[in-house]
């Protein structure tokens, strides 16, 4: 069974209170779709501020969601100085504290985690490969530093469309990139 | 087979004639050894410049070497926006160009690589081990992001001991870090 590849780079989900703190009056406006139906990347940007640094320029999706969400990588952990946990989306219980500033405001919570290696499907394509009681898959990278990457979480919802997604950490690590086709092992 | 891991921070060796074109007449100090013998972390940095960015801070390893290579990850090759190959040591043939900032100079140079993932080993370790005849194996690494790395490159000599060496990215995307002992699958 072969996937697409998404490298998705450190990025933030706003809920709709939290932007209009970070952003005021401004409207969220897509750049581009992402691969996931419904989901985008806007224009806007924010920066991600810890006691010890400071990254500029990242990415915020769309649409809004309930609640507010930092994804980093281990890498980004290090620049920054605080410890996220691996996490899926949405569990954000004892997430990292990071602050989240805007051009309007910023914002300090508990609300960064570092994104478990995931597999988006739907519940067709999930019956037709053969996945439906498997929680968890390996996928391997055929490279010039071959890697295969356990710990890949099936994520199912009636909207998504067959996806991998690694952090950039796992896909500089095995020089993948966005758009390889790579090999799941169930 | 388990292995001690040391991970690479991005780094620079230098030729003494480069050196003296990068620090002038500062003598090369000493800040701490490393585990192989012989091989030390030196107080002197430098910045890699490109024509996209720089990255300050990069520390010059000890001794010198009869050649002048910088090793950084794939992640640092984005930002530099440069396409190294990768590389054992010593091998910088169609290397990728950088521009190496010292406090007295700057030199230009082919000569950047992303190092292989490789194990440091003597020819008794080496036998005691059963890896004579093996030219690389793969690792292990048991986090909670599992990865096994392949390609991982049997580097022998009779001053080296058993270590295995792997960049940030490797290190960064499964979890692993300096110290933790590894397992090794031949």
Redesign the interface.
Known sequence: MKVKLGVSNRHVHLSMDDYKILFGDVALEKERDLVQPGQFASKQKVALKTAKNIISNVRVLGPFRPYTQVEI???DS?TLGINPP?RSSGDLEESAEITIVGPNGEITKKCCIIP??HIHINKEEREKYGLVSVEKVKVKINS????????VYINESPNFVLELHL????G????AKTGDEVEIII
Do not use: P, Y
């Open positions: 990588s281990k890498t290090f691996v478990t290696r010039e530093k071959k890697t295969i990457l356990e710990d952090d950039t950490d796992d500089n690590a095995s020089l």
